[in-house]
């Protein structure tokens, strides 16, 4: 009997276990529930001055911010009507063509006549005598107006009166939950997922949620030993800042006696790497390649736009999650940039590195849509522009290539259009690269995207081409996934600790939020009585 495949084959079945019973059934979990309590209102007063109270921020970006900011609408029937026209613009937006006439028309009709009971009052007299007489073709601007003044609107008076109602209260007593202190008592932990430099990264399980994250561990000793303190905390610093889709999001950083802990979106997909090659004919087809591709350019088009540079774009760190929609990961690389610098030290994987950097040039953003060009092209080829897979080659003989080497689009799978994004992509001057050729230049318009709806897919609400299987486990077996030996010799002494709790800073508003909501948790708090009547009818 081989007792390592049993051991894996164990470990996967609670994990896969634990995956399935995320609906919060389990039992243990609902006693769990039921003795948590919001903070009351006096642990919560002091909150509203380490809060940024700004309308975007509490009302749009913040779940639970956003949930209680609309239920104070819904008691104000004015409030109540701005809202339901900027959401009826949104769902209008993001509607597929076919479906966009008739919304349109019902806004109009809805909202925009004089004697609609909808009627937007408080829109300036200008816009109200343009919407009077709109003609067909003007609508849609005149909407885009419509929304920005009712955004005014509701970030002034109603939002005043929001900071005032019991519903803004209440979100400080969320905001208080939140900053709960958080340790590895907070979370199950289940197998290995893979391996990083400082330490492993396992599937969690908030206790409360039932929300599976994955965990990345990093030891204090070898992180000391290693001098990576400041990289750790940089990763975190820039997971904590972004909110895309399109990334591993950062929902937790805790320590434990001996680690430091990222809790991040957990991806069971595999990476695209293994798509590429272990997993049926090698490569991966076209409409899959697209659709991935316009993921990860959103993702670094998000970054970018925070002056982030990820310097780490390889398939690699590209992981698939349970629907089939990708994310990047993996940020140990990314650094900020600052206004008007570039870097000037080298970073990246050999074979996705761009001229300028194996040049020793000083660079910024257009590092990555070099190595997004090598990564599209690997996905179609099941190699990269100048390596063949498994090819041994010395990485200045790379570096050759990179520099002087034309690329050849011999596969038979490449398009037009895939060539065509591939060699602008690999542009080896920065300034004829697609991306890189002044203020505007957005690769999302490239024609290999023309069946990609960027708005319905940054919303969510593409269906992926692909879905993982969801009883395989992508990942190595245990056993495979090396062990770490022992750091001897590394002290932590006072300033470590120090370190430390910068670090860890515990929940993370956003995605903390969005567990609550998700898992129920938000509306059980909230309302007690709904929770005693529910372990009334036996469901405890
Ligand atoms: P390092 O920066 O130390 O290399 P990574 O962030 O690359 O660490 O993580 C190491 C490995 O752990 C990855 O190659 C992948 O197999 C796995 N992994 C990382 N993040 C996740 C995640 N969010 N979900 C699932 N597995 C992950
Ligand atoms: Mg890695
Ligand atoms: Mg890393």
Known sequence: CDMG???????????????????????????????????????????RDKIDVDFENVCEK??????????????????????????????FQLAENGAKDNLRQNIVTNFLKADSKNYLSF?????????????????????????????????????????????????????TFERQPITEKYFYQFRVLGKGGFGEVCAIQAKTSGKMYACKQLDKKRLKKKQGHEMALLEKEILEQTNSRFIVNLAYAYQSKDRLCLVMTLMNGGDLRFHIY???????????????????????????????????????????????????SDLGLAAKIKEGKGINHKAGTNGYMAPEILKDEEYTYSVDWFALGCSIYEMIAARTPFKEHKEKVNKDEVKRRTLEDEVKYENPKFTEDSKDIC???????????????????????????????????QAGLVDPPFVPDPSTVYCKDIGDIAEFSEIKGIEIVEQDNQFYKKFATGAIAIPWQEEMVESGLFDELNDPARRASMA?????
């Open 5 to 47: 495949a049993l051991d894996n084959l164990i470990a996967n079945t609670v994990y896969l276990q634990a995956r399935k019973s995320v609906d919060g059934d389990a039992k243990e979990m609902r006693k769990r529930r039921k003795s948590l309590v919001l903070p009351n209102h006096q642990q919560s007063a002091s909150v």
């Open 62 to 91: 913040q779940p639970i911010g956003k949930k209680l900011f609309h239920q104070f609408t819904a008691t104000v029937p004015e409030y109540q009507v701005a809202v339901d026209f900027v959401n009826a613009v949104t769902d």
């Open 123 to 175: 829109l300036s007299q200008e816009l109200a005598a343009k919407c009077k007489d709109a003609a067909e073709k003007d609508v849609e601007e005149l909407l885009a107006l419509a929304q920005s003044e009712t955004n005014t609107f509701l970030m002034g008076q109603p939002f005043q009166d929001f900071q005032n109602s019991p519903f803004f209260s209440k979100f400080l007593q969320w905001k």
């Open 278 to 328: 272990n997993i049926g004919e090698k490569g991966i087809e076209m409409k899959r390649t697209i659709f991935y591709t316009a993921q990860i350019t959103c993702g670094i088009l998000h970054l970018h736009s925070l002056n982030i540079v990820y310097r780490d774009m390889k398939p690699e760190n590209v992981l698939l999650d349970d629907d089939g929609n990708c994310r990047i």
């Open 423 to 457: 060699s602008l992509f690999l542009a080896k001057n920065i300034e004829e690269r697609l991306g890189c050729r002044g203020e505007n230049d957005d690769p999302r318009n490239h024609p290999f995207f023309k069946s990609i709806n960027f708005q319905r897919l």
């Open 536 to 540: 009334n009818n036996g469901m405890a």
